[in-house]
């Protein structure tokens, strides 16, 4: 298994309106994305143009359908902007503690 990660940002162009809002897109992205993915977990949006922050679990051989997938909703979504990056190490589906009694490895929680 590897991490993918995929930040949408708004750009200049990306215009959201009653009828299309910021979070029926992200909800859009994250569902599409989902069902080619193990796992998902959201990450902070740590700026007011993230529309999404996600990474996603993904076997090796899910890699090139995956990476699919972003080219389409990249093809449907053209005023956002996607921050694919990847494959990583699934550092965000691991929770690791070092302390004075060890080492204690558990798998994080929070899945979307």
């Known amino acids: ?3 993918l990660g995929l930040k949408v940002v708004q750009t200049e162009k990306t215009v959201f309106d009653y009828t299309h809002n910021r979070e029926e897109y992200a909800s859009d992205i994250l569902e599409r994305l989902r069902a080619k993915a193990k796992h998902a977990v959201a990450c ?5 143009r993230l529309v999404l922050n996600a990474s996603f679990l993904v076997s090796k051989e899910g890699v090139d359908s995956f990476s699919d ?3 389409r909703l990249k093809e449907k979504y053209q005023a956002l902007k996607f921050l694919y990056s990847g494959p ?8 690791i503690r070092i ?4 080492v204690d490895i558990k798998k994080k929680t929070g899945a979307i």
């Open 69 to 71: 997938e972003v080219v």
């Open 99 to 102: 302390g004075t009694e060890g």
């Open 44 to 48: 902070d949006l740590f700026s007011e």
């Open 1 to 3: 298994m590897v991490e």
């Open 88 to 95: 990583w190490a699934p550092h965000n589906f691991v929770y």
